[in-house]
């Protein structure tokens, strides 16, 4: 399904239930939750998702930090830590890994939205591809999008959910989500975040 898919890295069961339920409230698919480091690897290498929530403190050690280098190095997806943790020591071992966001608990709903929004429009506008024009992009392609396709793909861009593009190109979600699908078999992708990446391979 051609939504904002979210992994969620968290030890406490149900803190991590909680942040299921905000999510699937919105326009988010939560691909996997994870206790430990090793579900969250395996996670990752299972289904890429668009973005991830890791708590820094997992059982007796920071290995959200650990994960966050793991992503860095291995996957093109941006994170966000969701943490109990305020203290400046871990702040600044946190900040080194480049997080698009830092949320502290006991968190609230509209803060989780906001940021998860801001991150995917902060990661999106940082890895955009000097030359985004359908003129460029269509001569890689062996099969071109459409105007609309890539004002859509445009709009991805800027991180929005499908209820806002449905809402911006005055269509329904579904319709949206076909064009979505449209738009990662032409790229041959699967998800936002290897859209992203595949752009930036065909357009650098």
Do not use: W
Not at 74 to 88: A, Q
Not at 114 to 134: K, M, T
Not at 174 to 196: F, G, P
């Amino acid at each position: 399904m051609p939504t904002i898919r979210v992994l969620i890295v968290e030890d406490e069961p149900l803190i991590a239930e909680d942040i299921r339920d905000c999510l699937t409230n919105v326009d988010y698919s939560v691909v996997a939750v994870a206790h430990n480091m090793e579900q969250a690897l395996a996670a990752l290498k299972k289904e890429v998702p668009d973005l991830a929530l890791l708590d820094i403190n997992l059982g007796k050690n920071m290995d959200g930090l650990e994960i966050a280098k793991v992503i860095n190095e291995e996957f093109y997806i941006p994170f966000i830590f969701l943490t109990s943790y305020s203290n400046r020591p871990v702040i600044e071992k946190a900040k080194v890994t480049r997080p698009m966001g830092y949320i502290m608990k006991p968190f609230d709903e509209r803060d989780l939205y906001s940021s998860i929004e801001i991150a995917l429009y902060n990661f999106s506008q940082g890895s955009r591809p000097r030359h985004f024009n359908v003129e460029s992009l269509n001569q890689r392609l062996e099969t071109p999008l459409t105007e609309r396709e890539f004002e859509i793909l445009k709009d991805i861009y800027e991180g929005n959910t499908n209820k806002q593009l449905a809402a911006k190109h005055f269509v329904s979600v579904n319709t949206i989500k076909t064009h979505i699908q449209n738009i990662y078999d032409k790229l041959d992708v699967h998800s936002r975040a290897e859209a992203i990446a595949k752009l930036r391979e065909l357009l650098s």
